[in-house]
């Protein structure tokens, strides 16, 4: 009679990457006959949800993905069938049919209006995720045991015999097999300025609120009445919008306006009805807010996938990226990927102004045949397609209609306003604008643009992974300046935000610093202070300053004990890249070698049984943080929408001793 080899893994994190590799271990362990496996799961979160997604959190926290993206079951039939679980999707949709017992009033009210196009709270998320844990629990298969652990582990240190000890907060110890670092957000040090006005507002009285998970904060502390300052306008700043508007009793009325659009890439004119009116509590405090655009993130468009059906890719294409492989070349970004994602976004532009707005070019069919060669990558030597690409434009399409894809970025840049009337005036037009924009979806040229962006975001998730362009072009082209410029314009909020924002500034309840803003403390006044440049008005003021932005996801500045002592017993390090100057920088992420992916020591020796997933792996994966992507009914399927499902599939099939 033989023995059953028993495999104990802890698993810490409890989040969604945690809870993929639980969920990964259960349907590869069916596969493994005679072994036992127990899984010690370590999170002072409950688990499925963890911290960003607990359910019980305010619903004016939205996803900033709509229903049918995202998923904790992969879909992927090369990998272990899962034994229960579905996407999010078909999930909601069978929840309006017959809900769960265990759904409060509140998540009973959102899902019966929720659509397959709507933005999900995140506590309807989290529902989900603790929901489809909780069916994968009273299902587990003979042979597997689960331990949760609601506490957080504070050590894992490699013993003798090749197990591991993890402490655990208060005292405990659990000695194991293999640990999987499933880390999450964590909490980071402040960098030296924020340490400064922290300081300082302490020494003063005044109310500094650091970078922090929205959720986490006690937006009660923010006094009524007063101006705030509010720092970031991304997708935090919403938020923060949220909670001191619409969560102190604000509403927002239809005006009955509609929303309109312009033509081609010019403004449009801010006399026009905003489609919403704020009514105010009289609670709010007097939001100012200040990024370095001067405005927030561009809206999404409006579309009846992730992906636009009219934008597909031409130059950044997997076959693109084959070649390069083939010829033994580790491209760079600047000089060989994004030459070709940019013909994608002129292409997506022009092609959609001549069939939304013909009136705009002259002679369509000459120049879409002169683009199309322009923009052929054999056409021209190097660095003269743009020319060509600007000649037929000049020759063929009106001035106001021409795409200036920096001034996407940065609408106000290079601009002057001889006031914050002003300024506000034209944030405004740029919001409504925008939000107009993103109704008209898959007809509005700038929108498309943005989709050829978001379409080869997704390509580029593939083509930089595990070291796939030099280190060079990694700092100072992927990280250095396009990663902000393609979330400015690819990952904002829903239209409505944006429709919101403009009511509240017209309400007279927000109000906007400029371009480029300076930040400083006032000691004689005691107040905190911005400036911009670019707007001819003194600074302004607030006893209340908000730091509208996440924690740094930098493993070198992290606050977690674990990490720490990780990182001081040399069992991790961060990854270092070397600049085109030769230099060592510190990259954001762990230092770690595929596949599955394990860290590197400080040694540079690879300990057997640990492993890492998620945002930690920021330094060798770009674009860690969202969820994994549901396979859609229509558009591409990208191989980076379902990636981290792939990594927890194979950290589980190693642990495990399965095939690769």
Not at 62 to 88: C, H, K, R, W
Not at 461 to 473: L, P, R
Not at 537 to 556: F, Q, S, Y
Request: overall charge negative.
């Amino acid at each position: 009679m033989g023995t059953s080899q028993s495999i104990r893994t802890a698993l810490i994190g409890a989040g969604p990457r945690g809870t993929s590799v639980l969920e990964r271990l259960i349907a590869n362990h069916s596969t493994r006959s005679g072994t036992d496996l127990h899984l010690d799961v370590i999170d002072p979160y409950p688990a499925g949800s963890g911290h960003v997604w607990q359910p019980e959190q305010s619903r004016l926290y939205l996803m900033n993905t709509q229903s049918f993206y995202p998923t904790l079951i992969p879909e992927d039939p090369a990998l272990a069938a899962p034994l229960v679980g579905t996407t999010f999707d078909r999930w909601r949709a069978v929840q309006k049919r017959r809900p769960l017992p265990s759904l409060t009033a509140d998540e009973l009210a959102e899902l019966a209006s929720l659509g397959s196009r709507d933005f999900p709270s995140r506590a309807l998320y989290g529902c989900y995720l603790r929901s489809t844990l909780a069916e994968l629990l009273a299902r587990l298969p003979d042979g597997v045991t689960i331990e949760f652990h609601q506490t957080s582990a504070t050590a894992v240190r490699p013993s003798n015999d090749g197990t591991f000890d993890v402490g655990l907060a208060g005292g405990g110890q659990l000695t194991v097999d293999s640990v999987v670092l499933a880390l999450g957000h964590l909490e980071s040090r402040l960098n030296a300025e924020q340490r400064e006005l922290r300081d300082s507002a302490a020494r003063l009285g005044l109310l500094y609120l650091p970078p922090a998970a929205p959720a986490d904060v006690d937006w009660s502390a923010v006094p009524a009445g007063e101006p705030v300052l509010v720092r970031g306008m991304g997708l935090n700043f919403f938020d923060v919008m949220g909670q001191i508007t619409e969560g102190r009793g604000g509403k927002f009325v239809e005006t009955g306006a509609g929303t309109g659009a312009g033509a081609g890439q010019g403004p449009v004119s801010g006399s026009g009805h905003s489609p919403l009116e704020y009514l105010p509590s009289g609670q709010e405090p007097f939001i100012i807010a200040a990024s370095r655009r001067g405005t927030p993130y561009r809206a999404k468009a409006t579309l009846d996938a992730y992906y636009a059906s009219s934008v597909s890719l031409r130059y950044l294409t997997e076959e693109a990226l084959a070649r390069f492989v083939a010829t033994g070349i580790t491209p760079g970004f600047d000089h060989d990927l994004w030459p070709l994602l940019h013909r994608d976004v002129l292409w997506a532009y022009y092609s959609t102004l001549v069939r939304s707005q013909p009136d705009t070019v002259d002679r369509q069919d000459e120049f879409v045949a002169a683009l199309e060669d322009a923009l052929h990558p054999h056409s021209h030597a190097a660095g003269a397609w743009e020319a060509a690409v600007d000649a037929s434009i000049r020759l063929h399409v009106r001035p106001g209609c021409r795409l200036e894809l920096p001034g996407l970025a940065a609408p106000l840049a290079g601009r002057n306003f001889a006031s914050r009337a002003d300024l506000d005036a034209s944030v405004v037009d740029y919001l409504l604008d925008d939000a107009r924009r993103s109704a008209l979806g898959e007809d509005d040229p700038v929108k498309m643009a943005i989709a050829a962006l978001h379409h080869g975001r997704a390509v580029l998730k593939s083509a930089v992974a595990d070291g796939g362009i030099t280190d060079e072009s990694w700092v100072a082209g992927l990280r250095g300046w396009f990663e902000s410029f393609v979330e400015g314009l690819a990952s904002g909020p829903p239209a409505q935000r944006s429709e919101q924002l403009a009511a509240l500034a017209r309400a007279g309840v927000v109000s906007f610093v400029g371009p480029d803003p300076r930040f400083g403390l006032d000691r004689r006044s005691g107040k905190f202070t911005a400036v911009s440049p670019w707007v001819h008005d003194g600074a302004v003021e607030a006893r209340t300053m908000i730091e509208a932005l996440a924690p740094a996801n930098r493993v070198g500045v992290n606050a977690s004990p674990l990490l720490q002592q990780l990182l001081a017993d040399g069992l991790v390090r961060p990854r270092l890249m070397m600049t085109a100057e030769g230099a060592p920088v510190q990259s954001s992420g762990l230092d770690v070698r595929p596949h599955p992916y394990r860290p590197v020591g400080a040694n540079g020796s690879v300990t057997r049984g640990l492993y890492v997933l998620g945002l930690q792996l920021s330094a060798t994966q770009w674009g860690t943080a969202i969820a994994a992507e549901a396979v859609q009914q229509h558009g591409p399927v990208y191989t980076s929408g379902q990636r981290t499902l792939r990594d927890a599939d194979e950290i589980a099939r190693h642990i495990l001793g399965l095939p690769e």
